[in-house]
């Protein structure tokens, strides 16, 4: 074969449907890819946790990408260094205290402890409590480590950011990301992203960037498709991303989008 591709992808409205699986036909293809020595990665805002069933599904030995970057590592390459970036605990709560006025709740979490304010169903069926040390109540009480991850809810009538975003101007490093047609947001550092972290296991590779293809559907994939010689942002995805990628998928995630576009970009 030519030279080997590095292939990135989003999980959530990208490689998943919305049934949160991978298609069958998706999956041979990447599997094939996989076997003739291309690349295959998964960069996601979910933990490790979250990712290891479909990493397994794929039959994968690359690392991975979780928090979006906060946390790289590969379950099946010992010779891969993780990569690592914790938020200052000391920060976090300060942010939190100074916002709390206007959260709902706040999730922050490390591989192995979950610190919540409170249940909450969503945060637990996208990052999976089962296993974990998940200790509730007040962050500023509770939190004892510097957590990977930061996860903010407002209340779904609250839509003015400007006092979060304004309370984010006093940490020139740290920022906040709203999920898209959703109450949540996450708070992250600006060096800490998939794009990054792609750049990181290219090196590891020696891939150039222009056989990195990425694949993405909202605003956390920017910094990955900057990364790339070829972005591809999912038919469904965010119309503010699609104007940051090279390609805007055949078909969405709901339709085997991934499929089809990359055999023809690889055909």
Aim: proline fraction near 5%; aromatic fraction near 12%; include cysteine.
């Amino acid at each position: 074969m030519d030279k080997p591709y590095l292939i990135a992808f989003d999980m959530d409205g990208t490689l998943l449907n919305e049934k949160k699986t991978i298609s069958r036909r998706t999956k041979r293809y990447l599997i094939k890819l996989s076997n003739q020595g291309h690349k295959i990665v998964l960069a996601s805002g979910r933990p490790s946790r979250a990712l290891k069933r479909y990493y397994n599904e794929l039959k994968l030995n690359t690392p991975m990408v979780c928090y979006n970057g906060a946390y790289v590592f590969s379950p099946n390459d010992p010779n891969f260094k993780p990569i690592e970036f914790e938020f200052p605990k000391e920060v976090i709560i300060k942010v939190i205290k100074k916002i709390r006025p206007h959260i709902k709740n706040v999730m922050c979490e490390d591989e192995q402890n979950i610190w919540v304010d409170k249940k909450d169903e969503y945060l637990n069926k996208f990052f999976w409590y089962e296993d974990m040390n998940v200790i509730k109540g007040d962050l500023a009480e509770t939190l004892h480590k510097n957590p990977m991850t930061c996860i903010v809810q407002t209340p779904f009538e609250y839509r003015d950011t400007h006092e979060i975003e304004k309370v984010m101007e006093a940490y020139p490093n740290l920022a906040a990301r709203f999920w898209t047609g959703s109450p949540y947001f996450e708070l992250y550092y600006k060096q800490t992203s998939k794009g990054s972290s792609i750049e990181k296991i290219a090196e590891y590779y020696n891939i150039p960037k222009e056989r990195i293809i990425s694949f993405g559907d909202a605003e956390n994939d920017r910094e990955m498709f900057e990364s790339s010689g070829i972005s591809v942002a999912m038919k469904n995805g965010k119309e503010s991303l699609k104007k940051s990628a090279k390609l805007v998928s055949i078909k969405d995630n709901d339709h085997n989008g991934i499929y089809h576009t990359l055999k023809r970009i690889l055909k």
